[in-house]
Each structure stands twice: as C-alpha cells, then as structure tokens.
C-alpha cells in the first residue's frame, strides 16, 4: 500500500476548494482521512444549500462520521485550505479530531484569534501547507467579487 504525504491530501482539499470556486462559493476545500484513505470529501456551499453552517470542514466532518458510523473521529485527520472558523472548530472539537491541518490562515475569522482553545486537547494542528496555492486562490475569488 502506498503511503500518501500531507501535501498530497492538502492537493486533495484544494481540489475541492477550486470546485467551490468554480460554483461560486468561498473556496475553502476538506477531505477527512483515516488509514491513508479518504473518507470524505467537501467544499463550502453556503449559498448553494441557503446554509450559513454548510462550511466545507462541517460538511466533511459529517460525511466522515456517516463513513465510520461513529461521532468521534480520534484518528481522523482534517485537510482544510482555510483556518477554520469559530463553529468549525467547535465542530471539530466535539468530533475529537485527531489531527487538523489547514494551508492559510484566517486573521479575520479563524479560531486561533480567540484567547482560550477551541480545539479538543488531543488534536494535533498544523499549518502553513500550500498555503500560498490556498491564498491565491481566495485572493482571485475576492478579486472577481469586486469586479
């Protein structure tokens, strides 16, 4: 079995993000993976689904855990190309993420701005992976939005 590198599955949730881009929507992408397999696949649809909470990590997170059929993704890891927000974290802490990892940050809108943890103390988080590829592709979502 070929064992796949983290810039390999961020690849995976950038994927998702362009197709989040290419129907209009904030492109952030997700992709849960367990055992060197994905188990879920998302991308923001907020507008798409007139659903404020249908972020791409909520989306992936509920995907994940109709996979598994169980609520606690422990050794679940969680691509994301954006920080999460506040409710995706607080997602992410009720699943007990085992790990997250995210290309960008948020300075506006990610968790890490608020004082106290939001993640569940075990997840492992890490960042910065792709990011510039993550940040190219908001920055050309926002750009056409002022256009």
Sequence with gaps: MEIYSDEYWMNEAL????IAYDEGEIPVGAVIVVRNRIIARAYNQTE??????????ILAITAASHALGAKYLTECKLYVTLEPCIMCAGASFWSQLGELHFASNDPQRGYSRIPQ????????????????KSKKLLQAFFKNLRN
């Design 48 to 57: 798409k689904l007139t659903d404020v909470t249908a972020h791409a990590e």
């Design 15 to 18: 994927k998702q993000a362009q």
């Design 117 to 132: 943890p939001l993640l569940h103390p075990k997840t492992k988080v890490f960042s910065g992976l792709l990011e510039d």
